[in-house]
């Protein structure tokens, strides 16, 4: 199979499904952006810190090529056999919060990024997951988009959050809180 195949050299590409749309179409920001996710969670893996969790974060792309897959299913196409995400996806993501907020202090202040490189990296994760939600849900408001896919995104950001605090406190990184003027 050859990487390159010249069919969307006028800037249209293929759905599953075979339907051919715009590279700009909302469908592909979404996937596209998904998959700028998923890159980031390798870099995010891919720190010494995280060595401990790394089948998890490894689990977690795989949700995310599961969940690019669906939003990469033309939905009026009905016959698509891909991957779908279940509940126990975004179950798995709350007990590895909940194991996390237990060692961590209580967050009294919003926190500014940063402290460490590798904290630095998982805030840039957990923006392009907002991100990604974002478009996700602008084109759930357009196309159909299983309701999963918006659950999942939503709750890999709280995961990414509750992740950089734990990568501080392991890294003894500083917290530095966020104190508005006035």
Known sequence: M???????????????????????DLRIDAYGTVDELNSHIGLLRDQTVNQ??????IQIQE?????GSSLAAD???GNIVKPDLTENDIT?????????EEQLPELKNF????GHESVSICHIARNICRRSERI?????????????????????????FSLSRMMSQELKA????????G
């Open 92 to 100: 798995a993501l709350e007990r590895a919060i909940d194991k996390m």
């Open 75 to 77: 939905p009026s196409k």
């Open 111 to 114: 926190v500014l990024p940063g």
């Open 52 to 57: 401990g969790r790394e089948d998890f974060l």
């Open 174 to 181: 500083k917290e530095i809180p966020w104190k508005p003027r």
């Open 136 to 160: 996700v849900v602008a084109l759930s408001n357009e196309s159909e988009v299983d309701p999963l896919v918006i659950q999942y995104l939503n709750r890999l950001s709280d995961y990414l």
């Open 2 to 24: 050859k990487i390159y195949t010249k069919t969307g050299d006028k800037g249209d590409t293929s759905l599953l499904g075979g339907t051919r749309v715009p590279k700009s």
């Open 63 to 67: 949700r995310l090529f599961t969940l």
